[in-house]
Protein backbone atom coordinates (compact mmCIF):
# COMPACT_ATOMS: atom_id res chain seq x y z
CA UNK A 1 0.00 0.00 0.00
CA UNK A 2 1.39 3.45 -1.04
CA UNK A 3 2.51 5.91 1.97
CA UNK A 4 0.33 9.05 2.07
CA UNK A 5 2.83 11.33 4.50
CA UNK A 6 5.68 13.02 2.44
CA UNK A 7 9.13 12.23 3.65
CA UNK A 8 10.49 15.24 5.83
CA UNK A 9 12.25 17.67 4.42
CA UNK A 10 16.44 17.01 4.49
CA UNK A 11 18.71 19.64 4.35
CA UNK A 12 21.49 20.01 1.36
CA UNK A 13 24.59 18.05 1.49
CA UNK A 14 28.13 19.75 1.02
CA UNK A 15 28.40 19.75 -2.72
CA UNK A 16 25.02 22.09 -4.06
CA UNK A 17 23.58 19.58 -6.67
CA UNK A 18 23.98 16.18 -4.91
CA UNK A 19 21.61 14.52 -3.53
CA UNK A 20 20.01 15.60 -0.09
CA UNK A 21 22.13 14.37 3.41
CA UNK A 22 20.51 12.22 5.78
CA UNK A 23 21.42 11.43 9.39
CA UNK A 24 21.90 14.36 11.82
CA UNK A 25 24.87 12.07 13.22
CA UNK A 26 26.68 8.72 12.46
CA UNK A 27 25.47 5.81 13.91
CA UNK A 28 27.03 3.76 16.49
CA UNK A 29 29.10 0.97 15.16
CA UNK A 30 27.03 -2.03 17.48
CA UNK A 31 24.29 -0.35 17.26
CA UNK A 32 21.29 -3.14 15.70
CA UNK A 33 20.06 -1.35 12.12
CA UNK A 34 17.64 0.88 13.24
CA UNK A 35 14.97 2.65 10.08
CA UNK A 36 16.16 6.27 9.59
CA UNK A 37 15.56 8.42 6.80
CA UNK A 38 17.04 7.68 3.32
CA UNK A 39 18.13 10.61 0.89
CA UNK A 40 14.86 11.96 -1.01
CA UNK A 41 15.03 14.60 -3.74
CA UNK A 42 11.23 15.24 -2.89
CA UNK A 43 8.25 13.92 -3.04
CA UNK A 44 5.36 13.63 -5.80
CA UNK A 45 2.53 15.38 -5.95
CA UNK A 46 0.50 13.02 -6.98
CA UNK A 47 1.31 9.49 -5.06
CA UNK A 48 -1.01 7.54 -6.68
CA UNK A 49 0.72 7.65 -10.25
CA UNK A 50 4.15 7.93 -9.29
CA UNK A 51 6.84 5.57 -9.05
CA UNK A 52 9.18 5.07 -6.24
CA UNK A 53 12.95 5.09 -7.74
CA UNK A 54 15.46 3.82 -5.10
CA UNK A 55 19.26 4.44 -6.04
CA UNK A 56 22.06 1.99 -4.92
CA UNK A 57 25.82 2.52 -6.22
CA UNK A 58 28.33 -0.06 -5.70
CA UNK A 59 31.91 -0.75 -4.18
CA UNK A 60 33.17 1.41 -1.59
CA UNK A 61 30.54 4.42 -2.73
CA UNK A 62 27.73 5.90 -0.78
CA UNK A 63 24.85 8.59 -2.11
CA UNK A 64 26.73 11.61 -2.97
CA UNK A 65 28.99 9.40 -5.60
CA UNK A 66 25.63 9.83 -7.41
CA UNK A 67 26.68 13.28 -8.02
CA UNK A 68 23.23 15.18 -10.04
CA UNK A 69 21.93 12.57 -11.44
CA UNK A 70 19.10 12.15 -8.59
CA UNK A 71 17.99 15.92 -9.14
CA UNK A 72 18.08 15.17 -12.81
CA UNK A 73 16.15 11.92 -12.59
CA UNK A 74 13.37 13.75 -10.57
CA UNK A 75 13.65 16.41 -12.82
CA UNK A 76 12.64 14.16 -15.59
CA UNK A 77 10.00 12.51 -13.91
CA UNK A 78 8.85 15.26 -11.81
CA UNK A 79 5.67 13.03 -10.53
CA UNK A 80 8.00 10.22 -9.26
CA UNK A 81 9.76 9.96 -5.97
CA UNK A 82 13.33 9.14 -5.81
CA UNK A 83 15.38 7.93 -2.83
CA UNK A 84 18.98 7.05 -2.74
CA UNK A 85 20.06 4.29 0.04
CA UNK A 86 23.63 3.69 1.67
CA UNK A 87 24.79 0.48 1.98
CA UNK A 88 26.36 -0.13 5.77
CA UNK A 89 30.38 0.99 5.97
CA UNK A 90 29.35 3.29 3.94
CA UNK A 91 28.38 7.62 3.46
CA UNK A 92 26.28 8.29 6.94
CA UNK A 93 26.32 4.58 7.77
CA UNK A 94 30.30 4.34 7.80
CA UNK A 95 30.77 2.71 11.24
CA UNK A 96 28.51 0.13 10.43
CA UNK A 97 29.88 -3.61 9.77
CA UNK A 98 29.51 -4.07 5.98
CA UNK A 99 28.49 -7.54 5.94
CA UNK A 100 30.15 -10.03 2.90
CA UNK A 101 27.20 -11.49 1.64
CA UNK A 102 24.40 -9.49 -1.30
CA UNK A 103 21.76 -11.01 0.54
CA UNK A 104 22.68 -9.45 4.08
CA UNK A 105 23.10 -6.53 2.56
CA UNK A 106 20.08 -6.47 1.00
CA UNK A 107 18.35 -7.34 4.17
CA UNK A 108 20.37 -4.81 6.48
CA UNK A 109 18.97 -2.07 3.97
CA UNK A 110 15.13 -3.29 4.10
CA UNK A 111 15.55 -3.11 7.83
CA UNK A 112 17.48 0.06 8.29
CA UNK A 113 15.62 1.88 5.84
CA UNK A 114 12.05 0.76 6.53
CA UNK A 115 10.07 3.81 7.25
CA UNK A 116 11.63 5.41 3.57
CA UNK A 117 10.74 2.17 2.01
CA UNK A 118 6.69 1.75 2.53
CA UNK A 119 5.83 3.25 -0.82
CA UNK A 120 6.17 -0.12 -2.63
CA UNK A 121 6.61 -1.47 -5.07
CA UNK A 122 9.68 0.15 -5.65
CA UNK A 123 11.62 1.23 -8.91
CA UNK A 124 15.18 0.25 -8.29
CA UNK A 125 17.70 1.87 -10.08
CA UNK A 126 20.97 0.68 -9.70
CA UNK A 127 24.77 0.30 -10.73
CA UNK A 128 27.47 -2.12 -10.82
CA UNK A 129 27.20 -4.40 -7.71
CA UNK A 130 24.21 -2.33 -6.70
CA UNK A 131 23.06 -4.83 -9.45
CA UNK A 132 23.52 -7.65 -7.53
CA UNK A 133 21.48 -6.40 -4.60
CA UNK A 134 18.87 -5.35 -6.93
CA UNK A 135 18.71 -9.05 -8.56
CA UNK A 136 18.60 -10.62 -5.07
CA UNK A 137 15.86 -8.40 -4.05
CA UNK A 138 13.51 -9.26 -6.90
CA UNK A 139 14.30 -12.51 -6.43
CA UNK A 140 13.21 -12.79 -2.87
CA UNK A 141 10.93 -10.33 -2.01
CA UNK A 142 9.24 -10.15 -5.75
CA UNK A 143 5.83 -7.95 -4.61
CA UNK A 144 8.19 -5.06 -2.77
CA UNK A 145 9.71 -4.38 -6.63
CA UNK A 146 8.46 -3.16 -9.77
CA UNK A 147 11.07 -3.12 -11.68
CA UNK A 148 14.63 -2.56 -12.35
CA UNK A 149 17.39 -0.90 -14.13
CA UNK A 150 21.37 -2.07 -13.70
CA UNK A 151 23.79 -0.32 -15.21
CA UNK A 152 27.14 -2.24 -15.77
CA UNK A 153 26.69 -5.08 -13.43
CA UNK A 154 28.15 -8.90 -13.24
CA UNK A 155 27.70 -12.16 -12.00
CA UNK A 156 29.33 -15.75 -11.61
CA UNK A 157 28.05 -16.40 -15.14
CA UNK A 158 30.80 -14.60 -16.23
CA UNK A 159 34.66 -15.15 -15.97
CA UNK A 160 36.62 -13.26 -13.91
CA UNK A 161 38.17 -11.90 -16.93
CA UNK A 162 35.44 -10.15 -17.82
CA UNK A 163 34.07 -9.17 -14.28
CA UNK A 164 37.23 -6.97 -13.93
CA UNK A 165 39.16 -5.71 -16.94
CA UNK A 166 42.72 -6.65 -16.87
CA UNK A 167 44.44 -3.99 -14.76
CA UNK A 168 41.33 -2.72 -12.82
CA UNK A 169 42.07 -5.18 -9.63
CA UNK A 170 45.48 -4.08 -9.21
CA UNK A 171 44.21 -0.51 -9.67
CA UNK A 172 41.74 -0.62 -6.75
CA UNK A 173 44.16 -2.49 -4.51
CA UNK A 174 47.01 -0.17 -5.34
CA UNK A 175 44.61 2.89 -4.44
CA UNK A 176 43.71 0.73 -1.03
CA UNK A 177 47.51 1.61 -0.39
CA UNK A 178 47.70 4.82 -1.36
CA UNK A 179 46.50 8.19 0.18
CA UNK A 180 43.14 9.18 -0.16
CA UNK A 181 43.67 11.61 -2.97
CA UNK A 182 45.44 9.01 -5.08
CA UNK A 183 42.90 6.72 -4.30
CA UNK A 184 39.91 8.74 -5.55
CA UNK A 185 41.83 9.66 -8.67
CA UNK A 186 42.28 5.95 -9.64
CA UNK A 187 38.58 5.57 -9.14
CA UNK A 188 37.68 8.47 -11.26
CA UNK A 189 40.03 7.25 -13.81
CA UNK A 190 38.90 3.72 -14.12
CA UNK A 191 34.96 4.56 -13.35
CA UNK A 192 34.76 7.52 -16.11
CA UNK A 193 35.53 8.30 -19.81
CA UNK A 194 34.65 11.67 -19.67
CA UNK A 195 36.16 13.02 -16.25
CA UNK A 196 39.34 11.71 -15.97
CA UNK A 197 40.99 15.10 -15.61
CA UNK A 198 38.15 16.35 -13.84
CA UNK A 199 40.41 17.75 -10.71
CA UNK A 200 37.40 19.17 -8.30
CA UNK A 201 35.82 16.07 -8.78
CA UNK A 202 38.26 14.14 -7.62
CA UNK A 203 38.95 16.64 -4.91
CA UNK A 204 35.23 16.51 -3.75
CA UNK A 205 35.44 12.57 -3.47
CA UNK A 206 38.41 13.09 -1.96
CA UNK A 207 36.26 15.15 0.85
CA UNK A 208 33.78 12.57 1.15
CA UNK A 209 35.92 9.90 2.06
CA UNK A 210 37.63 12.09 4.52
CA UNK A 211 33.98 13.21 6.18
CA UNK A 212 32.82 9.42 5.68
CA UNK A 213 35.85 7.32 5.30
CA UNK A 214 35.00 3.83 3.93
CA UNK A 215 37.19 1.39 5.88
CA UNK A 216 39.57 -1.29 3.79
CA UNK A 217 37.27 -4.16 5.81
CA UNK A 218 33.97 -2.64 4.57
CA UNK A 219 35.76 -2.88 0.69
CA UNK A 220 37.07 -6.64 1.43
CA UNK A 221 33.84 -8.06 2.37
CA UNK A 222 32.07 -5.87 -0.76
CA UNK A 223 34.64 -7.57 -3.13
CA UNK A 224 34.27 -10.82 -1.70
CA UNK A 225 29.86 -10.50 -2.04
CA UNK A 226 30.07 -9.32 -5.57
CA UNK A 227 32.70 -12.18 -6.41
CA UNK A 228 29.86 -15.11 -5.11
CA UNK A 229 27.01 -13.53 -6.14
CA UNK A 230 24.77 -16.03 -8.62
CA UNK A 231 21.32 -14.73 -9.93
CA UNK A 232 18.55 -16.82 -9.77
CA UNK A 233 15.10 -16.13 -11.43
CA UNK A 234 13.43 -12.44 -11.97
CA UNK A 235 9.59 -12.03 -13.24
CA UNK A 236 9.74 -8.23 -13.05
CA UNK A 237 10.41 -6.08 -16.29
CA UNK A 238 14.39 -5.28 -16.53
CA UNK A 239 16.72 -2.72 -18.39
CA UNK A 240 20.05 -3.48 -18.43
CA UNK A 241 22.32 -0.75 -19.43
CA UNK A 242 26.33 -1.33 -20.15
CA UNK A 243 29.37 0.58 -22.14
CA UNK A 244 31.33 -0.73 -24.90
CA UNK A 245 34.23 0.99 -23.38
CA UNK A 246 33.74 0.10 -19.43
CA UNK A 247 37.10 -0.11 -18.04
CA UNK A 248 35.85 -2.11 -15.17
CA UNK A 249 33.34 -4.44 -16.03
CA UNK A 250 33.56 -6.16 -19.84
CA UNK A 251 30.03 -5.05 -21.44
CA UNK A 252 30.19 -8.85 -21.49
CA UNK A 253 28.59 -9.33 -18.70
CA UNK A 254 25.23 -7.37 -18.99
CA UNK A 255 24.75 -9.36 -22.33
CA UNK A 256 25.52 -12.64 -20.36
CA UNK A 257 22.77 -11.52 -17.71
CA UNK A 258 20.24 -10.14 -20.25
CA UNK A 259 20.49 -13.75 -22.03
CA UNK A 260 20.16 -15.33 -18.51
CA UNK A 261 16.60 -13.43 -17.84
CA UNK A 262 15.85 -12.55 -21.42
CA UNK A 263 16.17 -9.04 -20.44
CA UNK A 264 15.99 -5.54 -22.12
CA UNK A 265 19.53 -4.03 -23.08
CA UNK A 266 21.06 -0.79 -24.38
CA UNK A 267 24.86 -0.27 -24.99
CA UNK A 268 26.50 2.87 -24.62
CA UNK A 269 29.47 3.43 -26.93
CA UNK A 270 31.95 5.57 -25.11
CA UNK A 271 31.14 6.34 -21.62
CA UNK A 272 32.94 4.69 -18.86
CA UNK A 273 31.75 2.52 -16.03
CA UNK A 274 29.86 5.49 -14.35
CA UNK A 275 27.22 6.38 -16.83
CA UNK A 276 25.34 8.60 -14.83
CA UNK A 277 28.66 10.53 -14.30
CA UNK A 278 29.33 10.49 -18.30
CA UNK A 279 26.13 10.33 -19.79
CA UNK A 280 23.52 11.07 -17.07
CA UNK A 281 21.10 12.55 -20.87
CA UNK A 282 21.53 9.36 -22.86
CA UNK A 283 21.05 7.10 -19.32
CA UNK A 284 17.23 9.56 -18.86
CA UNK A 285 16.47 8.58 -22.61
CA UNK A 286 16.64 4.76 -21.98
CA UNK A 287 14.70 5.54 -18.87
CA UNK A 288 11.88 7.35 -21.10
CA UNK A 289 11.94 4.70 -24.08
CA UNK A 290 12.05 1.88 -21.53
CA UNK A 291 8.86 2.94 -19.51
CA UNK A 292 6.97 4.18 -22.79
CA UNK A 293 7.43 0.33 -23.87
CA UNK A 294 6.83 -1.57 -20.29
CA UNK A 295 3.85 1.10 -19.43
CA UNK A 296 2.80 2.25 -22.62
CA UNK A 297 2.78 6.02 -21.36
CA UNK A 298 2.51 8.17 -24.66
CA UNK A 299 3.31 11.23 -22.37
CA UNK A 300 7.29 9.74 -21.81
CA UNK A 301 7.90 9.62 -25.69
CA UNK A 302 9.65 13.02 -25.38
CA UNK A 303 13.53 12.53 -25.40
CA UNK A 304 16.27 14.91 -25.46
CA UNK A 305 18.00 15.50 -28.44
CA UNK A 306 21.59 14.36 -28.38
CA UNK A 307 21.84 11.09 -26.85
CA UNK A 308 24.06 8.37 -27.98
CA UNK A 309 22.42 5.78 -30.56
CA UNK A 310 21.60 2.62 -29.39
CA UNK A 311 23.67 -0.54 -30.36
CA UNK A 312 21.65 -3.24 -29.52
CA UNK A 313 18.47 -4.54 -27.96
CA UNK A 314 17.95 -7.90 -26.73
Known sequence: MMNTTPPEPIESDTHSQAVASTASSAPRPEAPPQSEPADTVSSPKNRRQSRHWV?????????RHWEAFPEQLQQAFPEDRVTCLNLPGTGPNHQFKS??????????????????????????????MGGMLAADWMHRFPEEVAASVMINTSSQLSPLSERMRSGTLWAFLKGLLSSVTKREQIIVERTSNRHTDNADLTNRWRIYQQQQPVSASTIVKQLFAASQFQPQAISQPLLLLASRQDRVVNPKCSETLADFWSADLRMHKSAGHDIPLDDSEWLLTQLQLWLEKNEGNTALSQTKDGAETIEGVV
Open 55 to 63: LLRGLSRDT
Open 99 to 128: PARISQMVDWLREHYAASLKQQPLHLLTIS
